[in-house]
């Protein structure tokens, strides 16, 4: 990663920092980062059989997340799934964040830098996540490094867990112009690309938040059965992108 790249992920992290809407509308006490939050759980959760019959009891998983911030979905995987910490991993950029990771996961290996330059070993982990990194990443060439390096250092036949926004649906194009911070949202066939020669396991995920802004206000219910029944709705892509090799397909 260039001095360049990274001097603008740390604009980025900063103008979020500074920005007093961005972080109450993600906020715990946001409904809508609550409802958002709460699908990806329950889509996570969906995932965890396909995962155990390709690797095995959690206890024997390694585990990296590429953009921790200050923890991501590590103490998930730790408390929920039962991944053991030490088989824990995370890296970002942001010094602040991964101190606040490592206070949250003392055992787990967190680190600061860049997920374009990861520091382990190839074929270290079988699970890497990527949990709305690559939306963050504006640049096209520093995207294809990350990837690169995500499917380097994962086993043969291991899978990116993904969860991101995805941009091919309606007027997806105009909301994103719209997005504050700037984000560059990714299709299946950007996805595709990123990740060459693997498998692609991905359905839509959660409510497009903009229209389960306007439904929540009026029931969680509303915007529930929303999200359940209209698929193309759905704003993100959460599954899988499984590296070839291995013994399950």
Known sequence: MTARDEDRARALYAERDADAEW??????????????????????????????ARFGPPSGWRVLEAGVGSGGLLPWLRDEAGVPEDRLAGIDLSGDRILAAARALP?????????????WPSASFEIVVASTLFSSVLDPDLRSRIAGECL??????????????????????????LAKPA???????????????????????????????????????????AEAVKPFLRGHYLGLVIKPGGDVG
Request: charged share 25%.
């Open 23 to 52: 972080a109450a509308r993600w906020s715990a006490d946001n409904p809508v980062a609550r409802f958002a939050a709460e699908g990806r759980l329950r889509g996570l959760r969906a995932l965890l059989p396909d995962l155990t």
């Open 107 to 119: 055992r787990a290996d967190v680190r600061p830098g860049s997920a374009a330059e990861l520091p």
């Open 152 to 177: 380097r250092v994962l086993a043969p036949g291991g899978v990116v867990l993904w969860y991101d926004m995805r941009d091919d649906f309606l007027l997806a194009g105009v909301f994103r112009r």
């Open 183 to 225: 984000e560059d949202w990714l299709g299946r066939g950007e996805i595709a690309r990123l990740f060459p020669g693997c498998t692609l396991r991905l359905r839509r995920a959660t409510l497009f938040l903009p229209l389960a802004r306007p439904l929540l206000s009026v029931s969680p219910a509303l915007a529930r059965a």
